[in-house]
Nanobody, 115 residues
Framework: QVHLVESGGGLVQPGGSLRLSCEAS????????MAWYRQTPGKQREMVAD???????YYVDSVKGRFTISRDNDKNTVALQMNSLKPEDTAVYYC?????????WGQGTQVTVSS
């Protein structure tokens, strides 16, 4: 059974920080590219950041310099540190694993940036 379980979402004021974490079952972590996506109502899901098995990272322009993605291959976890949060970062954030022709999604965690 394949599982991706996100945690760490919540309500934060503009300018604040949150750290999202995703724990993956061992059979899908090694060798997979891990990513964080986000989605707001009425919009397509967009990739925020990803990290390859070797540690190469990519960020969408809107989060560069504010978000940091990292992975711990020993613990099968991927994290997204989000700093200087803005109201437009409000969304449901999803963990994604892709590799070997397969793709998996977590259930999502809500992030709300509001005063």
């Amino acid at each position: 059974q394949v599982h991706l379980v996100e945690s760490g979402g919540g309500l934060v004021q503009p300018g604040g920080s949150l750290r999202l974490s995703c724990e993956a079952s061992a059979n899908i972590f090694a060798g997979y590219t891990m990513a964080w996506y986000r989605q707001t109502p009425g919009k397509q899901r967009e990739m925020v950041a990803d990290i390859t098995a070797s540690g190469k990272t990519y960020y969408v322009d809107s989060v560069k310099g504010r978000f940091t993605i990292s992975r711990d291959n020993d613990k099968n976890t991927v994290a997204l540190q989000m700093n200087s949060l803005k109201p437009e970062d409000t969304a449901v954030y999803y963990c994604n694993a892709k590799g070997f022709g397969l793709e998996y999604w977590g259930q999502g965690t809500q992030v709300t940036v509001s005063s």
